[in-house]
């Protein structure tokens, strides 16, 4: 169980363009769902968190037009990245959290690397 | 400020040989220290730890925390090539997890 999904795996676009990715927890519901970005051979950078039905948290110097986060049900939430350019290139991963008091419990998803030429 | 700061950042050894991996963290909201492996794709969970000088084990792995001195160690005996990855600490707090930089671990045959 606890199985986290992402889709796309990889995707390539050009600069100026947007790109969606989603998160999806294929077996349980997932009340809080969070959004990391890492660069080659850096740790894990959390950008933000979402809870399903409200709006997402983001951390600091995040940019929120940027990358847009929707979490508007219990199994999907998804990350837009508005106007790509190439300093955005990176891998995003989501994880998935049941919530309450268990943030330790995050499952994570395989990722998504972006390219943007 | 929210800090992981992990040692050493890479890690050369043969198979077959021991290493321990450092991982200290600022106080601030701790709920627990958590160590995950990551190969190529996304963080593999490996332990969860909130208590002082208890070990947990798991095979040749294993890791304890100090919660006085504010740092965990993970070691890992007779390493395998297949342990070569990074591996990654986590301070879980103010609902969240802050990440340390990773150790890359090589093993080489």
């Known amino acids: 169980g606890a199985v986290v999904s992402q889709h796309p795996s990889w995707v390539i676009c050009k600069s100026g363009t947007s790109v969606k990715i989603e998160c999806r927890s294929l077996?349980?519901?997932?009340?809080?769902m969070f959004w990391y970005r890492q660069f080659p051979k850096q740790s894990l950078m959390l950008m933000a968190t979402?809870?399903?039905?409200?709006?997402?948290?983001?951390e600091q110097g995040v940019e929120k037009d940027k990358f847009l986060i929707n979490h508007a049900s219990l199994t999907l939430s998804t990350l837009t990245v508005t106007s790509a350019h190439p300093e955005d290139s990176s891998f995003y991963i989501c994880?998935?959290?049941?919530?309450?008091?268990?943030?330790?419990?995050?499952?994570f998803g395989p990722g998504t690397r972006l390219t943007v030429l | 400020e929210d800090k992981v700061v992990q040692s050493p950042l890479s890690l050369v050894v043969h198979e077959g040989d021991t290493v321990t991996l450092n991982c200290s963290y600022e106080?601030?909201?701790?709920?627990?220290l958590l160590w995950y492996k990551q190969e190529k794709k996304a963080p593999t969970f490996l332990f969860m730890l909130?208590?002082?000088?208890i070990e947990k084990k798991s095979g040749r792995l294993s890791s304890i925390l100090d919660k006085k001195e504010l740092f965990s160690i993970l070691n890992i005996t007779a390493t395998q090539t297949g342990d070569s990855a990074v591996y990654l600490c986590a301070r879980e707090g103010a609902q969240k997890l802050v990440f340390g930089q990773g150790t890359r671990l090589t093993i080489n045959p």
């Open positions: 994880s998935a959290s049941r919530g309450g008091n268990s943030y330790n419990e995050q499952f």
């Open positions: 979402s809870n399903e039905g409200s709006k997402a948290t983001y």
């Open positions: 909130t208590s002082s000088g």
């Open positions: 106080v601030t909201n701790f709920r627990s």
């Open positions: 077996d349980f519901q997932a009340t809080t």
